[in-house]
């Protein structure tokens, strides 16, 4: 387990790289609504040093009335499922999914631009495989989630961004 000394050290953007989730968490509830969804993003809250991490996990970032939402943007260029570049997707750090109460109903998992994403459902989670990899941001190996792409839905987030704009930043 790394100490806290090594997360400052080893995760120096974590501040400028919450502030970028914001942004793709605002464009995935922005679809959301745009389909009829009630999308609430949940406020985001910066830790102030590594020390404080566990009273500030978020417990989800997107709610549909009781049901949780997940959004991340994956550094990988894809524009459909048919070219995503792997055989999997990984859906999450295994400890988030494990503790995760609500589990989350869905995974959406943005392309490095975020033009579309590919929908993991929580439902889906007995036929994910738990893998452990070099995490090259947190400089150790961690256990993940991952999900064969052929089980994921695919969606273009064809929201504008002054359609995104219009859900006020936590931040």
């Not at 961690?142 to 931040?171: G, M, Q």
Request: net charge positive.
């Amino acid at each position: 387990m790394a100490t806290f000394d090594e997360y400052e050290k080893n995760d120096p953007d974590f501040v400028n790289d919450l502030k970028k989730s914001d942004y793709c968490t605002r464009k995935i509830a922005a679809w959301l609504r745009k389909k009829g969804y009630d999308a609430v993003p949940k406020p985001i809250h910066i830790r102030p040093e590594a020390s404080a991490m566990a009273g500030y996990s978020d417990g989800g970032d997107i709610f549909i009335g009781d049901k949780r939402i997940e959004s991340k943007q994956r550094l990988i260029n894809f524009t459909s499922k048919e070219d995503f570049p792997y055989p999997t997707i990984i859906v999450d750090v295994a400890h988030c999914w494990d503790d995760a109460s609500p589990k989350p109903y869905a995974y959406f998992l943005a392309n490095k631009s975020m033009s579309c994403c590919l929908v993991v459902r929580g439902s889906l989670s007995p036929s994910w495989k738990k893998t452990t990899r070099w995490d090259r941001l947190k400089k150790r190996n961690r256990s993940f989630y991952e999900c064969p792409v052929e089980l994921a839905e695919f969606r273009l987030l064809d929201v504008t961004d002054d359609e995104v704009k219009s859900i006020p930043s936590n931040l």
